[in-house]
């Protein structure tokens, strides 16, 4: 329930001997106060304690801030706890009055929540970001080859780089791809890589290659963010993420070849979709239709959709809706939600859909072992972005090992997404620890099993007051007829439990800004 | 435009006209309770009521203590019509339609339309019924009409003038068509000549003092009933409303505005029609009864040959040529 407060709009009026609201992060006109460096465990950051298990973003292990944080810190420091509660209640404030929000599956009587955010911004140096960078897209490159591949001749799968049964017993992969012709060889046009970060450097935790989410929430948390520190933004040089709907827009219009002014519509479950929001944001942020499968019909190979003047032909579709609901002739004939005929048009060649069928195989949780594999045989390089050491439970030593440590793992359905049906072990209960070894034990090959990640952390402001949380980041690649865009910058995922490590939104995770900032910083 | 999103932002403006119509309704009629008899008042009520086509959710009859029905009854009369979660017709409910289609039309919905819309629906969630009436019974329905105007408003300033917006007036329009038909039926059955319930209506409606200009102060109810069907200028006359309607459509459809003219122009002229041409003089109350009875259901024909016209049309239809 939000109060009447929630809603009202607060001003606040600098006085004399007071700098106002957030004078070192706004456009205040008054000049700050020489500024105090934040030290861990002092000022602002009294309840701030470093753990040398997790990297701090903020903090150096001797609690003096990194020097890409120097400024952000030192702003927070000279912040009051009035002025931090303020500007966390704006930010909190504009994703209300915007509806920026998600669905959390389950539950009837608060579906639709809005998405937590906090309002202080986790910083990365340029260079580390152009590593990361780098590293995606040597990652995607690979695993676009790799689609094409199991399609197609499956030299993968001759040459013993994937077992084959891991690929043809995957749920996501379509017997109906093979040999189908995708445009440019673009199986994967939008790509969402959470990547963590431990004291051992970065690392890709997953590759989620069907219908990533978040990028809104992205958005919309740099554009808070903006209003609420308008200075400090501007002082530190952010790589800017915002042009990412008409890059999205150009890279999958680079992909039709019968037109030069494709029509381009989102796809769309419909309204009590989880993401919802989101496929409408980007539908209006790209001028794109936004469409369920009712509003459209498949005539002649070709897919039109319903206006008020009439059938109109769509060239492009940006689906948001899984495999198995796209088409009911082709996959799921229950499916309520998919345009009959559809498929059918896609192997034709009259409209392309992003990202293609069968895409889902290669961000099996299981698959993702084999990835740097697959960078070396497709592409002949070594991985640039590691991955996380994994257990295949499908083997038998993967799952001896698993039951045997299952106290120190997280363990994972090869399928799952969102943090559910997964198992921390070291945060788990006794009883479910015993749940799930019976469950690893009935099916094995749908488990993996990785290290419970010393994921990093960044300062984050709860309960009135600066602590570190956990943090993840999900960066977005969007791959066109030729070119490859990456956002500088992604979802910021936060577990806001104090000690979780469950960054998702649907488990009490939150998001907050990533700034990628250039060397050259401006001065305030 | 996407047909659906056509059909959302039409029924959009429904929910709106619907929610502006009670508020207007009990505003006036609330801002009565202080110097009107109360037997008076619980005609009103009866009226109101039946202009919206609800059956009141307690009885409406003035016992021994007057008192107690101005308390008690007519805040529940006035409760059940605003907030009521168990009245699917409450105004509450209207803008909580409104909202969900706002939703499904985020793309075509410029930012300051939504927030306007959503910060409205947050505030009347979570504003006190009670507490608005202590400070005076029709504060809560005066102040909801102040959010509805401020959101036309924002939508005037706002929304490019194509489609989506040229559909959500449409809706507007057409909800108005009926909503006042229906408010015209029941004063003219249960009014029973009385002058005062149609000053009333005249101020419901906005057209008071264009009567007095037109005519005089002196209120006759025929007159009254003509000014408010066919006057052209009067906002909230149902004249007013079909010409909207007819300048809407041309809009959405040119083609369909030329001969043969397609079945919304064609239905949309045929209302314009009727009120210029069966009512050009005062009538008998039984006449204009039928007359409106007729209406009534032509406004409901309309929007069947609107949806049928535009989102629901047979595929083989739409087909390119």
């Given amino acids: 329930m939000v109060s009447k407060a929630d809603t009202s709009v607060t001003t606040s009026t ?29 000022g602002a950051f009294t309840h701030y304690a470093i753990d040398s298990r997790f990297r701090d973003e903020m903090f150096r292990s001797d609690g003096t801030l990194r020097a890409a944080t120097e400024r952000l810190g030192t702003a927070l420091n000279n912040a009051t706890s009035e002025q931090l509660m303020q500007l966390q209640d704006g930010v909190r404030r504009r994703f209300l009055h915007e509806g920026i929000t998600f669905t959390v599956i389950g539950k009837e009587e608060a579906a639709e929540q809005i998405i937590p955010i906090d309002c202080v911004p986790r910083v990365i140096t340029a260079s580390e970001w152009d590593h990361i960078d780098q590293g995606l897209r040597q990652r995607l490159h690979a695993l676009n080859l790799f689609l094409k591949d199991i399609y197609h001749e499956g030299w993968s799968l001759r040459d013993g780089i994937v077992p084959h049964d891991l690929v043809f017993g995957c749920p996501q992969y379509r017997m109906e791809m093979l040999g189908t012709k995708v445009p440019h060889d673009a199986y994967v046009s939008v790509c969402g890589t959470d990547i963590v970060r431990t004291h051992d450097g970065f690392a890709v935790l997953e590759d989620n290659l069907r219908v990533p989410s978040g990028v809104s929430y992205m958005l919309a948390c740099r554009a808070a963010i903006k209003q609420a520190m308008p200075r400090l933004y501007r002082a530190h040089n952010v790589r800017e993420v915002l042009p990412y709907p008409e890059q999205l827009y150009s890279q999958l219009a680079s992909l039709v070849t019968w037109t030069q002014t494709p029509r381009v519509a989102v796809l769309t479950p419909g309204r009590y979709n989880s993401a919802y929001y989101e496929h409408a944001f980007l539908a ?37 809706v899984d495999d198995d609901f796209l088409d009911p002739v082709t996959f799921r004939s229950d499916s309520l939600l998919g345009v009959p005929g559809l498929f059918h048009a896609y192997r034709a060649g009259n409209v392309v859909i992003a990202n293609a069928p069968g895409t889902g195989v290669a961000d099996d949780k299981a698959l993702y072992a084999y990835v740097p594999d697959l960078i070396r045989y497709f592409l002949s390089e070594e991985p640039i972005l590691a991955n996380v050491e994994t257990h295949l439970c499908r083997s038998t030593e993967g799952l001896t090992f698993t039951l045997e440590n299952l106290d120190k793992l997280v363990v994972k359905e090869v399928g799952g997404s969102g943090g559910y049906g997964m198992l921390v072990g070291p945060h788990a209960s006794a009883k479910e620890k015993r749940d799930f070894a019976k469950r690893l034990r009935a099916d094995p090959a749908n488990f993996i099993s990785q290290p419970t990640l010393a994921l990093s952390r960044a300062a984050c402001f709860t309960d009135g007051r600066l602590e570190p949380r956990h943090v993840d980041v999900r960066p977005f690649v969007l791959r066109g007829k030729e070119d490859t865009w990456i956002a500088p910058g992604g979802l910021c995922r936060v577990a806001l439990r104090r000690g979780s490590l469950v960054v998702n939104s649907s488990q009490g995770g939150g998001c907050k800004d990533l700034w990628v900032i250039n060397e050259e910083q401006r001065s305030l | ?78 409760a059940y019509l605003i907030e009521d979660p168990a009245n699917p017709d409450a105004i509450i409910q209207n803008w909580i339609n409104a909202r969900d289609n706002a939703k499904q039309l985020r793309p075509w919905l410029p930012v300051r339309v939504w927030t306007c819309l959503n910060d409205g629906f947050f505030w009347l969630r979570d504003c006190d019924f009670a507490g608005y009436w202590a400070r005076g019974p029709n504060s809560l329905p005066a102040r909801v009409m102040d959010r509805l105007r401020l959101l036309s408003g924002v939508i005037e300033a706002r929304m490019s003038r194509d489609d989506a917006w040229r559909f959500l007036v449409l809706g507007r329009y057409v909800e108005r068509l009926q909503r006042q038909t229906a408010l015209l039926q029941a004063w003219s059955r249960l009014s029973d000549g009385n002058f005062q319930m149609w000053t009333g209506l005249l101020g419901v409606c906005a057209a008071y003092e264009a009567y007095c200009r037109v005519y005089s102060m002196v209120i006759q109810p025929a007159h009254a009933r003509a000014f408010l069907l066919s006057n052209p200028e009067i906002p909230y006359s149902l004249s007013f409303a079909v010409r909207r309607v007819q300048t809407l459509l041309s809009g959405i459809d040119p083609a369909g505005g030329r001969y043969p003219l397609r079945a919304p122009h064609r239905h949309a002229l045929r209302l314009s029609a009727a009120i210029e041409t069966d009512l050009q003089a005062p009538t008998e109350d039984v006449e204009t009864g039928d007359f409106l009875a007729d209406f009534a259901q032509e406004c409901r024909e309309l929007h069947n040959i609107i949806i049928a016209e535009y989102v629901d049309y047979p595929l083989e239809r739409g087909l390119p040529s």
């Fill in chain 1, 284 to 320: 209006g942020e790209m001028g794109a239709e936004l469409v369920e499968g009712r509003d459209m019909v498949v005539h002649d190979g070709l897919v039109f959709m319903r206006t008020v003047t009439g059938l109109k032909r769509i060239d492009v579709i940006y689906r948001r």
């Fill in chain 1, 14 to 42: 600098p006085s004399p001997g007071n700098l106002g609201p957030t004078a070192h992060l706004s456009f205040d006109r008054a000049r700050p106060s020489v500024a105090s460096p934040a030290v861990a465990g002092t």
């Fill in chain 2, 1 to 78: 435009m996407l047909a659906r999103a056509a059909a959302d932002f039409y029924w959009m403006g429904r929910y709106f006209e619907r929610a502006e119509h009670t508020a207007r309704l009990l505003d006036y009629h609330l801002g009565r309770l202080v110097d009107t008899p109360a037997d008076v008042l619980a005609h009103g009520w009866q009226a109101l009521y039946s202009a919206l086509g609800q059956p009141p959710p307690v009885s409406i009859t003035v016992t021994d203590d007057a008192e107690a029905f101005l308390v008690a009854d007519a805040f529940a009369l006035a």
